[in-house]
């Protein structure tokens, strides 16, 4: 009984000493058991500054579809990584002779004077985007393309025959014309997320030209109905 005491006392002093777990039976035998691992610390990840180019979608992409044929294939297809406009220049005006009731009155001459005073809705326009934002096209000419406002019209004509005739307001546009141009890239998937990044050397192309209208004033004409 001495000589298993001292066995296990010396077998208690080696396991303090190497930091390995020791479990005692109630039969006062002693077996060690592996001491539990250190968490590992988290690895730094190194972010690819490409991966924060405007590619005009966000920059990132989850679908499903594009993930799996990205790993099956090399990890890499075909995207536009980035979408900017270039070359906005002023085109002229444009009038539009809206068909609503609130933009037009009727009377019957001579000796009248045709009255149209209300209050209109109006709105920026604008053509094709090719994927830019609101926000973009914007900044780029130079006016908020998706403004709304509620402008008074104040127009008079007088009538100097006998006929119907109807007083018609127009709106009158600032017309800007733009061209997007597109810059390659390709994606780059890692996990659940892609981005997409430029090709090496990759140079912009145009992808097409667009045009953004600004409400500036109002028009009318009279015409016989």
Not at 12 to 37: E, F
Not at 122 to 142: D, I, Y
Not at 167 to 192: C, F, H, I, N, R
Request: aromatic share 8%; glycine share 8%; proline share 4%.
């Amino acid at each position: 009984m001495k000589i298993r005491t001292a066995l296990l006392s010396l077998t208690l002093t080696a396991m303090l000493l190497t930091g390995t777990a020791v479990t005692v039976s109630s039969s006062g035998s002693g077996h060690t058991a592996a001491a539990a691992p250190e968490e590992a610390e988290p690895t730094t990840r190194t972010i690819d500054p490409r991966l924060f180019t405007d590619t005009g979608d966000g920059g990132r992409n989850t679908d499903a579809t594009v993930r799996q044929a990205a790993d099956k294939k090399t990890n890499r297809l075909p995207c536009t990584a980035k979408r900017e406009v270039r070359n906005v220049r002023y085109k002229g005006t444009h009038t539009e002779w809206p068909n609503a009731a609130e933009w037009r009155v009727s009377g019957w001459g001579p000796h009248q004077t045709l009255r149209l005073d209300r209050k209109v809705s109006v709105a920026n326009k604008v053509g094709s985007t090719f994927g830019l934002s609101a926000e973009v096209l914007s900044s780029s000419v130079g006016f908020d393309v998706t403004r709304t406002q509620e402008v008074g019209i104040s127009l008079g004509a007088d009538l100097t025959e006998k006929a119907h005739y109807q007083l018609q307001a127009g709106a009158v546009y600032k017309v800007y014309s733009y061209d997007v141009y597109y810059t390659p890239g390709e994606w780059l998937v890692s996990g659940m997320w892609g981005s997409c990044i430029p090709k090496d050397n990759a140079k912009p192309y145009l992808a097409g030209s667009g045009t953004a209208s600004k409400f500036w004033t109002f028009d009318h004409r009279t015409v016989k109905v």
